[in-house]
């Protein structure tokens, strides 16, 4: 069984991770159930495993936290669904990559549910969306831009941290990072594609696909594209 919360308002970044520290050790001990919690956080930056400290281009506009998730620098704040997976990785076959792309999917099988059309890149992790009505890139490809992100950490096998869509955040916020330390591409939100969707919407449909993104019959081969 999987124990779904929702936080109303604001969540701040400590006690998020305090939360899932603590749950995800009770996890492993067999004694918590596994747990998906969403909820927004107040403007802020996180920096990953992989975080180069040139990407934090306004150092002063927001509270930057480090954390040990994998990844780079992105940015959490009002408007933008977060969702921490404390998942036991172990019983979900121990493949740390097949994982990522199931959370990948997960994202794109939710995203279908309002008629936007979700990638996966190569070197780029995250769920991308095409933009065609935007210039061509400087090599004549489609421009994409960032829908959402991901990043995680394990301990003793249990997932912590997870991904962040953008349903209507404040899209300037983004400035003050290279988010993922790609700079080459943008980001959006569904908002901005111009949908009106709410955070409740989203929950909905993330609720909604949970179980089709991590059914056994994807996991073995992960072939989830």
Not at 51 to 80: C, M, N, S, W
Not at 83 to 104: P, S, T
Request: some cysteine.
């Amino acid at each position: 069984m999987v124990e779904w919360i929702t936080s109303d308002g604001l969540v701040s970044y400590e006690e998020a991770t305090r939360f899932m520290e603590e749950r995800a050790e009770a996890i492993a001990a067999g004694e918590a159930e596994e747990c998906i919690w969403l909820l927004e956080h107040p403007p802020l930056y996180t920096a990953g495993t992989s975080a180069r400290i040139e990407d934090l281009t306004d150092p002063d506009r927001f509270p930057v936290h480090v954390t040990k998730r994998g990844g780079q620098y992105t940015y959490h704040g009002p408007g933008q669904r977060v969702i921490y997976v404390m998942l036991n990785v172990a019983e979900r076959g121990k493949d740390v990559r097949c994982f990522v792309r199931q959370l990948e999917r997960w994202v794109i099988l939710a995203l279908e549910e309002f008629n936007v059309t979700g990638h996966i890149r190569d070197g780029r992790v995250g769920v991308w969306v095409e933009r065609p009505e935007k210039p061509l890139t400087p090599a004549g490809a489609v421009a994409e831009d960032k829908i959402a992100a991901i990043g995680i950490r394990l301990r003793k096998w249990v997932s912590f941290h997870g991904i962040s869509i953008n349903v209507e955040p404040d899209l300037s916020h983004f400035s003050g990072i290279v988010p993922c330390g790609i700079s080459e591409h943008g980001t959006t939100s569904l908002v901005d594609l111009g949908l009106p969707v709410t955070l409740a919407d989203v929950d909905v449909a993330l609720r909604r696909t949970f179980d089709l993104a991590f059914s056994e019959e994807a996991a073995p081969s992960c072939d989830l594209d």
